[in-house]
T-cell receptor
Framework: GQQLNQSPQSMFIQEGEDVSMNCTSS?????WLWYKQDPGEGPVLLIA?????ELTSNGRLTAQFGITRKDSFLNISASIPSDVGIYFC???????????FGPGTSLSVIP | DTEVTQTPKHLVMGMTNKKSLKCEQH?????MYWYKQKAKKPPELMFV???????INESVPSRFSPECPNSSLLNLHLHALQPEDSALYLC??????????????FGAGSRLTVL
């Protein structure tokens, strides 16, 4: 079945640094979603991407839908302590109605 | 109103108990989902309802029984659970269920502990 890989698995960065994480798939996706989850809470949607090559920003966050439709990346600029959490990519394939999730990237920000 | 509300936030139950988790949304979404999430793992799909009909069951054991009484409500009935069923149960909704473009809005989850 379809599977997503995320890298890195975890990151420890200094406050103020920029962050980059990515998500890859062996098959083509129609939609890429990026979620952030705080401990004990549900995932919160950060950015949704619908077209190959699309670049979308949400404040300090920028995400792109890869041109091959098999990958996506998320960048966070000038990280702050509240960016701490687990970032999940999620997506849907071209003939698939289920949203599947990547394993997540755990982000820690050192003040 | 752009949120999914789940109750209770925490639930502790014995293996012989019967309990229910509830989920409500008032965004007019017609697809609703139950996900199970273990610590440090991604959410795993359990069930999907589309227009109040069960559309997807990911081979979930019968001790979990979903119900969608109307377009705003989704329940998960629990009976004879095992300790390994302890997890965060997440409800989500999307406008409709369609190939290739479902954007899920999640609730805060119900933390279930089975003793």
């Amino acid at each position: 079945g379809q599977q997503l890989n995320q890298s890195p698995q975890s990151m420890f960065i200094q406050e103020g640094e920029d962050v980059s994480m990515n998500c890859t798939s062996s098959s083509i996706f129609n939609t890429w979603l990026w979620y952030k989850q705080d401990p004990g809470e549900g995932p919160v949607l950060l950015i949704a991407l619908y077209k190959a090559g699309e670049l979308t920003s949400n404040g300090r966050l920028t995400a792109q839908f890869g041109i091959t439709r098999k990958d996506s990346f998320l960048n966070i600029s000038a990280s702050i302590p509240s960016d701490v959490g687990i970032y999940f990519c999620a997506g849907q394939g071209t003939s698939y109605d289920k949203v599947i999730f990547g394993p997540g990237t755990s982000l820690s920000v050192i003040p | 109103d752009t949120e999914v509300t789940q109750t209770p936030k925490h639930l502790v139950m014995g293996m012989t108990n019967k309990k229910s988790l509830k989920c409500e949304q008032h965004m007019g979404h017609r697809a609703m989902y139950w996900y199970k999430q273990k610590a440090k793992k991604p959410p795993e799909l359990m069930f999907v309802y589309s227009y109040e009909k069960l559309s997807i069951n990911e081979s979930v054991p019968s001790r979990f029984s979903p119900e969608c009484p109307n377009s705003s409500l989704l329940n998960l009935h629990l009976h004879a659970l095992q300790p390994e069923d302890s997890a965060l149960y997440l409800c989500a909704s999307s406008q409709v269920l369609r190939v290739g473009a479902n954007v899920l809005t999640f609730g805060a989850g119900s933390r279930l502990t089975v003793l």
